[in-house]
């Protein structure tokens, strides 16, 4: 139910909404689906950009110092937020966010969601299949 096509999760901080995201299908180990940020996302978003930026860098630039701040990112992130699905809520889960506009994503308009859970070490796999399939 949770991968379904059309199945919505929600990113929350206790009972807040902070953005909704609709499945539109999976990319290799993730789902995809459609970011719709709530006023409130702003408060959280750059953490989530600061994230995603660290995941554009190529294998060689990333140092254990990199890897550390990307670490404790995903920490914060997991330990203050809840992605909640149709099953209910994950603790442990990875969301990048991308906005056609190379933006944070604004609440009325949507953005990409690439996101999964049960993977601690998913910066590395993240960096390196970036690398294959955006290479530069």
Known sequence: MDRQVGAVWELRRQETVLARITVTGEDERALVGTFAAEPE??????????Q????????????????????GLYDTICQSM????PSGPLQDFELNIYDTDGELPQPG????????????DRFAWWVDRRNRFHPG
């Open 41 to 50: 996302f702003d408060e959280v978003a750059p953490l989530f950009a600061a």
């Open 52 to 71: 995603c930026a660290l995941g554009t860098l190529r294998n060689t630039q990333i140092t254990d110092g990199i890897a550390r701040v990307w670490e």
């Open 82 to 85: 809840t992605l909640v699905g």
């Open 109 to 120: 308009r949507e953005s990409l969601a690439v996101f999964d859970w049960g993977y601690r």
